[in-house]
Nanobody, 130 residues
Framework: EVQLVESGGGLVQVGGSLRLSCVAS????????IGWFRQAPGKEREGVSC????????SYADSVKGRFTISSDNKKNTVYLQMNSLKPEDTAVYYC???????????????????????WGQGTQVTVSS
C-alpha cells in the first residue's frame, strides 16, 4: 500500500522557518518524483516544489524560490521542505505527493489531479501569523 505521511507543520511568525517531512512507503522511492503542494481555504491547489532523485531535478514555484529548499534522504525514504522567511500567504495545508506521470520534475510542477496519476498524504497545516 502506498503511503505518504507529512509532518512538521505548525504556527510560526512572519519571517520564521519550518521544516516539513514526508515519509514515503509502498513504492520504489527513487523511481518517482515527489513534490509538495499546498491548498489554502477557498483556493486551488498550488504546486510548491518537486524533486526527482532518479533524474536529479528539482523545481520551485516562483512564489517560493529563494525561500524554500527541497531535499531527499533516499535511505530514509523521506523528502524535506525547508521553508524560510515565511509569509502570511504561505499559510495553507501542505501535502506531499508521489507523481507517477513522469520521471522528472517539470518547471512549475503541479500535483496530479487524479489518484490514477499519483498519491498524496493527509497534509500538515502551516500557519504564518503576522
Amino acid at each position: 500500500e502506498v503511503q505518504l505521511v507529512e509532518s512538521g507543520g505548525g504556527l510560526v511568525q512572519v519571517g520564521g522557518s519550518l521544516r516539513l517531512s514526508c515519509v514515503a512507503s509502498g513504492f520504489t522511492f527513487d523511481d518517482y518524483p515527489i513534490g509538495w503542494f499546498r491548498q489554502a481555504p477557498g483556493k486551488e491547489r498550488e504546486g510548491v516544489s518537486c524533486i526527482s532523485s532518479s533524474h536529479g531535478s528539482t523545481s520551485y514555484a516562483d512564489s517560493v524560490k529563494g525561500r524554500f529548499t527541497i531535499s531527499s534522504d533516499n535511505k530514509k525514504n523521506t523528502v524535506y521542505l525547508q521553508m524560510n522567511s515565511l509569509k502570511p500567504e504561505d499559510t495553507a495545508v501542505y501535502y506531499c505527493a508521489a507523481d507517477w506521470r513522469t520521471p522528472y520534475c517539470s518547471d512549475n510542477w503541479n500535483p496530479p489531479e487524479s489518484a490514477d496519476f499519483g498519491s498524496w498524504g493527509q497534509g500538515t497545516q502551516v500557519t504564518v501569523s503576522s
